[in-house]
């Protein structure tokens, strides 16, 4: 992957964003968008994130992304493997956000129920999301 990724947010707001390439996928639509399949999302506050979709697509992998505050430890759940973990530093450590994203260390097949989960060190504020990426 080579290019640039630009975020804008609508308000001031302490954020992470995690950018991955991914290869053998369908690029069909605008831009590569046909492969993007569900997606889903949750925020909490524990040691636990989870966010759960349906996938619809045989052989799809399941990728998510989560954001936390604070800076505890993290912990990919089972049968996924983290990717990146960036800690967002300076100032309090309420103040930071730490991101982290993970993928599924095998493609679903048949399409089904997928659950995205981490632990983390410690309770913390968190927001979670999930995306199926399709095959050709």
């Known amino acids: 992957f080579s290019g640039t990724v630009t975020a804008t947010l609508g308000s001031s707001a302490r954020?992470?964003?995690?950018?991955?390439a991914y290869a053998n996928t369908n690029t069909s639509?605008?831009?590569g968008s046909g492969a993007i399949g569900v997606t889903g999302n949750a925020t909490g506050?524990?040691?636990t994130p989870s966010s759960n979709i349906t996938?619809?697509?045989d052989g799809s992998l399941v990728v998510s992304g989560l954001a936390t505050q604070g800076s505890p430890t993290v912990t990919a759940g089972?049968?996924?493997t983290i990717i990146q973990t960036l800690d967002a530093s300076g100032g309090a450590a309420s103040n930071h956000v730490t991101g982290s994203g993970a993928r599924r260390?095998?493609?679903t097949s048949p399409a089904g129920s997928v659950t995205s989960n981490y632990t983390l060190g410690s309770s913390q504020n968190w927001a979670i999301i999930s995306i199926e990426i399709k095959k050709p």
Do not use: H
Request: aromatic content about 4%.
């Open 78 to 80: 089972s049968s996924q």
């Open 29 to 31: 639509g605008s831009s």
């Open 55 to 57: 996938t619809d697509y």
């Open 105 to 107: 260390n095998s493609a």
């Open 45 to 47: 506050l524990s040691a």
């Open 15 to 20: 954020a992470t964003i995690i950018v991955s």
